[in-house]
């Protein structure tokens, strides 16, 4: 797993043993790791779909207490 969150923006973050590519055992936890353009571009994605979930779970969670405890607007 990544020890730093690399952003759309961000062309660089830090590798650990767990993402490290065997086809790349000079690669230390502190090394950085240079992404492609497409790298980064599906990175940008995963991070939206992750945010939109995890809006879905919360909107969930809300809608379950709402409906648990009949919380009126």
Do not use: G
Not at 3 to 31: E, F, G, H, M, Y
């Amino acid at each position: 797993m990544a020890s730093q969150v690399a952003t759309p923006t961000s062309l660089q973050t830090t590798a650990t043993s767990s993402s490290t590519s065997l086809s790349s055992p000079a690669l230390s936890p502190s090394s950085p790791v240079q992404l492609s353009p497409d790298d980064v571009e599906l990175l940008a994605k995963l991070e939206e779909q992750n945010r939109a979930e995890q809006h879905i779970s919360f909107l969930s969670v809300l809608i379950y207490l709402k409906m648990r405890y009949r919380v009126s607007e």
